[in-house]
């Protein structure tokens, strides 16, 4: 049973990442343009499903707390700071969304505060992976570093290199849903971004090596694990022929691949660890009583139902957004 709420919380992670992040993606994106008409465009791309892509981190918080609370419990104490600051961001970005459209005068206001927000939620997610990678001080499965134990130079590079993936991601997903102007704009983003991306991952790496982080020896035991890194590499050509020959769908499944092998690679690399290298799955899982109650609610109808809701509402709202669909 602890396994099945592994995979769930696992599932709804990487579903977080992928469909928030391209909607946080284009709220940064949207801090780079002062084009009116444009920025319209860009709300419009994400306005049908900005807020159903948040529930999944609903999800993946539930899931902690009721199957993994000792994780819940030590993330909390952690990160404390930096998830009121993510917090912060997601509903600053949330009421600027609505609230631009009331004003005129002062929309400089709410969308200063939609870019800003997205900026700083996307960060503080980069941040706290960086600090999960880098090892948090944990004794005795109790939380031992402070304030700011989760703070580092490592960790700041890994949100900053989080906002370049999420700007990649959301410019592919501009390609897909926008015309004229903004595709064009996105298109001419893309190649920056993807140079940048990859110039971080390469950092990243170099600087793992030579701190001698615990995960880099996992990467060295496990050979099997660079079957991820061959994969996001083949998506990344594939990403890069699509933009060349100006293929409008291919471009964001491609960088969704990419994530997803990045997110394989962590993932494997933790395994069987939900706090690295501190609390094991079975050490962090709840009494299986606890794990079955739940099972039987929001496993086996609530987790299926929100997949479902999912899929429909991507497919409901697939096709390209024209001047009628724009929220203004």
């Given at each position: 049973m602890a396994?099945?709420?592994?995979g769930v919380l696992a599932i709804s992670t990487l579903l977080y990442v992928l469909l928030d992040g391209f909607d946080l993606g284009v709220g940064i994106l949207f801090g780079l343009t002062r084009d009116a008409t444009r920025r319209r465009g860009m709300i419009g791309a994400v306005a049908p499903v900005w807020d159903g892509n948040e529930t999944w981190l609903v999800?993946?918080?539930v899931v902690l707390w009721g199957a993994f609370p000792i994780v819940y419990a030590t993330l909390l104490s952690a990160f404390y700071l930096p998830l009121l600051l993510m917090l912060a961001g997601l509903i600053l970005r949330g009421v600027a969304f609505e609230f631009r459209n009331k004003t005129e005068r002062m929309r400089w206001i709410w969308d200063a505060s939609f870019a800003g927000g997205s900026f700083v939620a996307t960060l503080v997610q980069?941040?706290?992976v960086g600090a999960l990678v880098e090892g948090l001080p944990v004794a005795n499965g109790h939380y031992t570093g402070g304030?700011?134990?989760w703070f580092s130079p490592f960790a700041v590079l890994c949100g900053i290199g989080l906002c370049v993936g999420y700007m990649l991601l959301g410019a592919c997903w501009l390609v897909r849903k926008c015309e004229a102007d903004i595709r064009d704009t996105a298109y001419r983003q893309i190649p920056y971004l993807s140079v940048?991306?990859?110039a971080f991952l390469i950092v990243v790496f170099a600087y793992a090596l030579a701190k001698d982080f615990p995960v880099t020896a996992r990467w060295l035991e496990r050979p099997y694990l660079f079957?991820?890194?061959v994969i996001g590499v083949a998506a990344a050509i594939a990403l890069a022929i699509s933009v060349r020959s100006r293929r409008d769908g291919p471009p964001f499944h491609m960088v969704t691949l990419i994530f997803a092998a990045a997110f394989g690679t962590l993932a494997?690399?933790?395994w069987p660890y939900m706090i690295p290298f501190s609390i094991t799955i079975d050490q962090a899982a709840a009494p299986h009583a606890s794990l079955a109650f739940m099972f039987w609610g929001a496993g086996l109808f609530v987790f299926p139902l929100m997949l479902i809701y999912t899929a429909m509402s991507l497919t409901v709202f697939n096709g390209k957004v024209t001047s009628s669909d724009q929220h203004y």
């Open positions: 396994l099945f709420w592994t999800v993946t918080g980069g941040m706290t304030d700011f134990g940048s991306l990859l079957v991820f890194p494997i690399s933790f």
